[in-house]
T-cell receptor
Framework: RKEVEQDPGPFNVPEGATVAFNCTYS??????FFWYRQDCRKEPKLLMS?????NEDGRFTAQLNRASQYISLLIRDSKLSDSATYLC?????????????WGLGTSLAVNP | NAGVTQTPKFRVLKTGQSMTLLCAQD?????MYWYRQDPGMGLRLIHY???????AKGEVPDGYNVSRLKKQNFLLGLESAAPSQTSVYFC????????????FGPGTRLLVL
């Protein structure tokens, strides 16, 4: 089993749709979790951290399920500008300065 | 603030040639990282640094060397380029205690023929 797994997609959705991505991780001791966004031929940028109680930032909601070892990202009212690859990132242990585990990403295309 | 910058943006090398990729950050970050990104492989850590004068190996360090002589700069060297080093290279930095948010440079596209 890969350390971090994501459905590569692509997810093709119309504008205004709600779309959700899941990401599973294998290390139950993982400490912190993030969603990054990467536009085509650009660098990754932090979208949001994922907190144990779940968190929301505008149209974006992140959830963590430790029992089932997955995190999710929900995007409501999709915009054309949301088209990108969404990377799931896991920090495997506290105090770890070096090795974040990066998923391969889920591709989202929002269509007019 | 420019954030994290990388030079060059694009480079073509012949097998066996050497080159240095430069990463600079103006955010006074302690930690800096070099990644490579390949299709189907995701981001893989090459080397990282937790402070000026210190470096450490990441996941895929072979064929690369690094130096952090100044806090704001992190250099990645390829002594003898190989086609397997064709990739997109990203530099990132983050502050101590500022969560784990890494800020990335725009990337360097390297083609080794």
């Amino acid at each position: 089993r890969k350390e971090v797994e994501q459905d590569p997609g692509p997810f093709n959705v119309p504008e205004g749709a709600t779309v959700a991505f899941n990401c599973t991780y294998s290390n139950s001791a993982s400490q912190s979790f993030f969603w990054y966004r990467q536009d085509c031929r650009k660098e990754p940028k932090l979208l949001m951290s994922v907190y144990s109680s779940g968190n929301e930032d505008g149209r974006f909601t992140a959830q963590l399920n430790r029992a089932s070892q997955y995190i999710s990202l929900l995007i409501r009212d999709s915009k054309l500008s949301d088209s990108a690859t969404y990377l799931c990132v896991v920090n495997p242990r506290a105090g770890n300065n070096r090795k974040l585990i990066w998923g391969l990403g889920t591709s989202l295309a929002v269509n007019p | 603030n420019a954030g994290v910058t990388q030079t060059p943006k694009f480079r073509v090398l012949k097998t066996g040639q050497s080159m240095t990729l430069l990463c600079a950050q103006d955010m006074n970050h302690e930690y800096m990282y070099w990644y490579r990104q390949d299709p189907g492989m995701g981001l893989r850590l090459i080397h990282y640094s937790v402070g000026e004068g210190t470096t450490a190996k990441g996941e895929v360090p072979d064929g690369y060397n690094v130096s952090r002589l100044k806090k704001q700069n992190f250099l990645l060297g390829l002594e003898s380029a190989a086609p397997s080093q064709t990739s997109v290279y990203f530099c990132a930095s983050r502050s101590v205690g500022g969560g784990k948010t890494q800020y990335f440079g725009p990337g360097t596209r390297l083609l080794v023929l």
